[in-house]
């Protein structure tokens, strides 16, 4: 059932995505409406479909690459949901599909097989550490896509200053958003850590780069607050962040091996 449940979800991303790009062709604003709908669809299946792990592994599911894949893709659909909701963002459909179509892509030719977990993963912390990091990763992804397109455009010169602007200001709001998943992860984490090795802290190189990813964006967050950093400047370091959470998420576990090497 969870494989007919995520391949389904993913059909739907695609001829999301489709229907999305329907109206550079053809003029009528069904097209766009079509494309959310589909969209939404998708995005419950997909919902459906992570809880049914959860309750079949008996656990959360987040212990394999399988897992963490679709909980990403998960993410990046939820936090554009909420931010069409707030802000009325539709021009991010375009970039979270493709995001979501590129996940859920890795992860179906994956190892779908449930695995227990190791004891070290066996900790009622588990979920909110997950959940948090992955909510965040989800925004700063989208950020990371708003980024390059606002550096392409501005070499370019193919948008006016006002849309890039907006670019600019929404690729803020998504790190605002997701920074503070990323310190709660972290925090607790270091608690999880602690009942698991008895320390808070290891420096094992997952925690190292989780930390580095943390300290490029709080460097972004201060040089936006305080330094007045907009624009190009902004965008090279959204990048460079993203770069840093890809290597912490994937990177790490096959360059690195360390406590996390589980994962």
Same mark, same amino acid.
């Given at each position: ?59 959360p599911p987040f212990a ?8 990403f893709a998960w993410a ?51 979920? %909110? ?24 455009? #501005? ?32 925090t607790t984490g270091s608690?999880?850590?602690?009942? #698991? ?18 300290? %490029? ?47």
């Amino acid at each position: 059932m969870n494989d007919i449940l995520l391949k389904t979800a993913f059909i739907l991303y695609l001829a999301s995505g489709i229907f999305f790009c329907a109206p550079l062709f053809f003029r009528s604003n069904i097209w766009d409406e079509i494309a959310r709908l589909l969209l939404k669809t998708g995005f419950i299946l997909h919902s459906v479909m992570v809880g049914v792990r959860w309750y079949e592994a008996g656990r959360p599911p987040f212990a394999s690459m399988y897992e963490a894949l679709i909980l990403f893709a998960w993410a990046v659909i939820l936090v554009y949901l909420i931010f069409e909701l707030a802000y009325r963002v539709r021009f991010l459909a375009i970039p979270v599909n493709i995001l979501a179509l590129i996940f859920l892509s890795v992860a179906l030719p994956s190892d779908s097989t449930i695995k227990a977990l190791v004891p070290a993963l066996q900790s009622r912390w588990m979920s %909110v550490h997950v959940i948090t990091y992955f909510v965040g990763y989800g925004a700063l992804s989208i950020a990371f896509v708003l980024s390059a397109i606002y550096l392409l455009s #501005a070499n370019q010169k193919r948008l006016d200053q006002l849309r890039l602007g907006t670019l600019d200001e929404i690729t803020y709001r998504l790190i605002i958003f997701g920074f503070p998943f990323l310190t709660i992860g972290m925090t607790t984490g270091s608690i999880w850590a602690n009942s #698991a090795w008895g320390s808070y802290w290891n420096w094992d190189p997952k925690e190292t780069c989780s930390l580095i990813t943390w300290l %490029v964006y709080a460097v972004y967050l201060h040089a936006r607050l305080l330094k007045g950093w907009k624009h190009k400047r902004a965008a090279y370091l959204s990048l460079l962040g993203f770069l840093v959470t890809l290597f912490t998420f994937v990177g790490v576990n096959f360059i690195l091996p360390g406590l996390h090497s589980y994962s």
